[in-house]
């Protein structure tokens, strides 16, 4: 698989994906499943932002954070990104959530 890292740019954030709307948190996933009912995200896509917008998955969040150095201690599972693998200094919420345009992974 052939990916283009600068067009995703940096993981910032920690995110969920349900019902059309995308839920994120620097903080990490563990913060972002109070943001509704108990139970409602529960079945929603884990994944991170990264800073130019694009919802990925944890696994390709790993494979980006990977290769732009974002990861200061790489926790179990070994296979996919978790919120405690990034470097504080890289995370934030993108100042754009209000006027947010989910952006569909085509790779």
Do not use: W
């Not at 139970?39 to 919802?55: D, I, P, S, W």
């Amino acid at each position: 698989m052939n990916i283009d890292f600068d067009l995703y740019g940096k993981v910032v954030c920690a995110a969920l994906f349900h019902d059309d709307s995308i839920y994120m948190s620097e903080l990490g996933h563990h913060t972002i499943f109070s943001m509704e009912a108990k139970g409602v995200l529960r079945n929603a896509k884990q994944g991170f932002v990264t800073e130019n917008g694009y919802f990925v998955d944890r696994e390709l969040g790993l494979s980006i954070a990977e290769y732009f150095n974002q990861i200061d201690d790489k926790h179990f599972p070994l296979d996919k990104l978790v919120s405690e693998d990034l470097k504080k200094e890289d995370l934030k919420v993108l100042n754009r959530i209000k006027e947010y345009n989910y952006k569909k992974n085509n790779a």
